[in-house]
């Protein structure tokens, strides 16, 4: 679990920035994103070769 601790006289929009940078490089919301709904596995095969796809053409 994500922890961000309130530093004294540090205002928490701040903190508030740095626990979203945190969430996001430990790649929860993508994880979160990813179980919200179920999705076959003939699904998640088309998706993984659709950005396979994407990412060869770059």
């Known amino acids: ?5 309130l530093g004294p006289n540090e205002p928490l ?5 740095r626990f979203k940078k945190k969430i996001e490089r430990e790649g929860i919301l ?3 994103k990813a179980r919200k709904h179920y ?3 003939s699904e998640i095969k088309r998706r993984k070769a659709r950005s396979s796809r994407n990412r060869r053409k770059f």
Do not use: I, Y
């Open 30 to 32: 993508k994880v979160l």
């Open 39 to 41: 999705e076959k596995p």
């Open 13 to 17: 929009e701040k903190a508030l920035k």
């Open 1 to 5: 679990m994500s922890k961000v601790e």
